[in-house]
Structure formats: structure tokens, C-alpha cells
């Protein structure tokens, strides 16, 4: 085959409206922002990705900053590079632009939807092979209060949407918060189970006064309880043998991976493509934990149909994914910018096989979705 080399990239700005109000521990949102990316190749192929953060709160970046970083920093070095060679274009991108981690997996997310659609084979064939065609699908529970998070919880499992559950906590104070956590596991005991998501606001002498609690009421992990920064605090929770620890905010890089393993500062490793700058650093910390006898979780950074199978085509080729994943956003979005959204059916998110990430954009959607620019007459 002739050498396929980067002709073009775009990005582009969307404001998608969400179900409900989703209550984070710093702030509620009711729309979710993205940047999409479309790489074109000399042949014609398109690679489309899409980047998306819960919000600038989470690790500084935006979709603003991402959609700079790509058009000024990351643009001028992909253009004419042959996309046969990710790896080195990702260790250029790793050397001349420091962070930015949202912003490269957005990147490296189209290029590698492009080679698989060069190639006709999907994502997860160009990144190790399936161990699994779909994954479990924990929904999050985040209506704001006990009552109708129990409510939410209830209507799910009779409808055979969801099995099991995570809670969003940290708008109250970590006393209130345990609390209420523990109404809601008590309100579904015998039916099904929550994680503890507090987003980093707890701190550790309540997290400690609560983990028998926890134990009891069969919580199923804490996730980033403590500030990112406490890694200390996080080896004494783990220490206590009570409720799993998962690393969110803590682990983003794949040496993050290696301190935390090294520290027995978690025994849960929540992967997220975004935070660690794609898929194959989220493989490679996978990896890590696999070494470290910590288990995985499929994390997610909400993102639509795109994002989503970008998350989902790593997930499938990991064999210690064993507390499933929270790959709802298609499902949280009140619309999803593609022709066919992925399939989430009985608790299980199922791994599309077409080439590339298999889902292909709606234009009109794009169209209706598309920031406007100040003073851009809309018709
Ligand atoms: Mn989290």
C-alpha cells in the first residue's frame, strides 16, 4: 500500500442538552459540551473523534482549551505524517506539548478511527483484540436527594435497564453525604448495589468513621474519596480491608498508575481515556494494575455515541475489567450526534463491529448542535 499521509483536520464546537440536571459535587449541569474532530487522509478517509470533560473542575482543561491546543499546538504536527504511525505521532504530540491529555485522546481517537477504517477492521483489532464483545454498565445515580435516587434506582431494575448503581456525592458536608449514601444503599438492599463516588470532597477522618458502615451496608467501592493530593489517606483506607478504594482524580498518567501501585494507595483503578491522553495509555495502565493485583473499572467522561465507542473498543481488550464500567453518557445525553448510538440493553453496552470506532455522524445533529460564533446570523 502506497503511504496514506494527514491532510486535513477540523474541530468544531457542540452544546448537547442533557435528561435531567446531573448534580456533581461542585457544580449542576444541564448541557454537556464537546469538541468533534474529523482527520482527514490523503486518500480521502475521514477519522472522526470527540473530546468532552465532566468540566473544567475536574483537571483544568475545557473544550475550549482542547479545541486550541488541536487547531495551534497539535495541527501543524500531524499534517502530511503517514497515519500508519500513531505511536510516533503520539510521542511527538507527548513531547512538544506537556498535559493536555483530553486534548490528545481526542486526537488520537480519530487517528485511530481513520486506520481502522483504512484497514476495514475495527478500533479494538488495532489495539490487542477482544477478550469481551460488551461490558456491564453501572448507571449513576445523581438526581440530588435519597428519595429520588432510590426512586431512579427501582425504575431502572424494573425496567431491565441497569443492574447495579453509583452515587454522585460531595454537595454536602461528608457527614450528611455518608449518610445519605447509606439510606439509598438501604433503600435497594436485596435488589442491588451502589459505589460511593464523593468526586475527592470527603476527608479522612469521616471517610474512616464511615468505612464499617459502608462495609455493612454492602457498598460496593468508594471512589476517590479523598482530595487526589492524599495519597497517604488513600493507602490507610485501603489498609483498613473494608470497602474496595478506586483512583479517579489520582490516576490519570500511566506513572500515576505505577505510584499508586507501588504506594497500595488503591485496589481499584478507574480507566478513563481522556484523562490519560487515549487508548493505548489506558491499555498500558491496565496493564499496571493487572501486575499490581488491582481490578479495573471502565470510567467515563460522559461523553456521546463517539467518545463512548473510543472508551469501549480499549475496555473489550482488558481481561481485569472486573468491576464493569459507567459507559452511560449516550444514554444521559438527550441526543447523540451519530446515525445508529451504540446499543446499551439489559446492563450491557455492546461493542459495535464496524471498521474504525463503528459509529458514523449525523450532520444534521452537528449542524443543530454546533456552537455559533458571536454575532453569526442563524437561520
Ligand atoms: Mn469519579
Not at 500508519?84 to 498535559?99: D, G, K, P, V
Not at 478511527?113 to 483484540?129: E, I, M, N, R, W
Not at 461493542?351 to 458514523?360: A, H, S, Y
Amino acid at each position: 500500500m502506497s503511504v496514506i499521509k494527514i491532510n486535513m483536520i477540523y474541530t468544531e464546537l457542540l452544546d448537547i442538552p442533557i435528561k435531567r440536571p446531573h448534580q456533581f459535587s461542585t457544580e449542576k449541569v444541564l448541557e454537556k459540551s464537546f469538541v468533534l474532530i474529523k482527520i482527514e487522509l490523503s486518500n480521502g478517509v475521514v477519522g472522526i473523534g470527540e473530546g468532552t470533560t465532566p468540566g473544567i473542575w475536574w483537571n483544568g482543561e475545557s473544550v475550549e482549551t482542547m479545541k486550541l491546543v488541536i487547531d495551534k499546538y497539535i495541527h501543524p504536527l500531524l499534517i502530511n505524517e503517514d497515519i500508519t504511525y500513531i505511536e510516533r505521532i503520539l510521542q511527538r504530540m507527548n513531547r512538544q506539548i506537556r498535559a493536555n491529555s483530553f486534548a490528545k485522546a481526542t486526537v488520537e481517537m480519530a487517528l485511530f478511527d481513520a486506520l481502522g477504517k483504512l484497514y476495514k477492521v475495527p478500533v479494538h483489532q488495532l489495539l490487542g483484540a477482544l477478550y469481551q464483545d460488551r461490558v456491564p454498565v453501572r448507571w449513576a445515580l445523581a438526581t440530588g436527594e435519597d428519595k429520588g435516587d432510590i426512586q431512579e434506582a427501582k425504575a431502572c431494575i424494573v425496567n431491565n435497564e441497569y443492574v447495579n448503581f453509583k452515587t454522585k456525592s460531595g454537595k454536602e458536608p461528608p457527614e450528611d453525604d455518608a449518610k445519605r449514601n447509606l439510606r439509598i444503599a438501604e433503600g435497594i438492599n436485596g435488589i442491588s448495589s451502589i459505589g460511593i463516588d464523593p468526586n475527592g470532597s470527603w476527608d479522612r477522618n469521616t471517610t474512616i468513621k464511615w468505612m464499617e458502615h459502608f462495609f455493612e451496608a454492602g457498598i460496593d467501592f468508594l471512589e476517590q474519596p479523598l482530595t487526589p493530593y492524599d495519597m497517604e489517606g488513600a493507602a490507610m483506607l485501603v489498609d483498613m480491608k473494608k470497602v474496595p478504594i478506586m483512583a479517579d482524580e489520582s490516576l490519570s498518567t500511566v506513572e500515576d498508575a505505577y505510584t499508586l501501585a507501588k504506594e497500595k494507595a488503591a485496589n481499584i483503578f478507574s480507566l478513563k481515556i481522556h484523562k490519560s491522553g487515549g487508548m493505548k495509555n489506558t491499555i498500558k495502565i491496565a496493564g499496571i494494575a493487572e501486575a499490581a493485583g488491582i481490578s479495573c473499572f471502565g470510567g467515563t467522561s460522559l461523553e456521546s455515541s463517539i467518545g463512548t465507542a473510543a472508551c469501549l473498543h480499549a475496555f473489550v481488550t482488558i481481561s481485569n475489567l472486573d468491576f464493569g464500567s459507567e459507559l452511560f453518557g449516550p444514554r444521559w445525553l438527550a441526543d447523540d450526534p451519530v446515525k445508529q448510538p451504540l446499543t446499551i440493553k439489559n446492563g450491557f453496552i455492546h461493542i459495535p463491529d464496524k471498521p474504525g470506532l463503528g459509529v458514523e455522524i449525523d450532520e444534521e445533529k452537528v449542524e443543530k448542535y454546533r456552537r455559533k460564533e458571536q454575532g453569526e446570523v442563524i437561520v
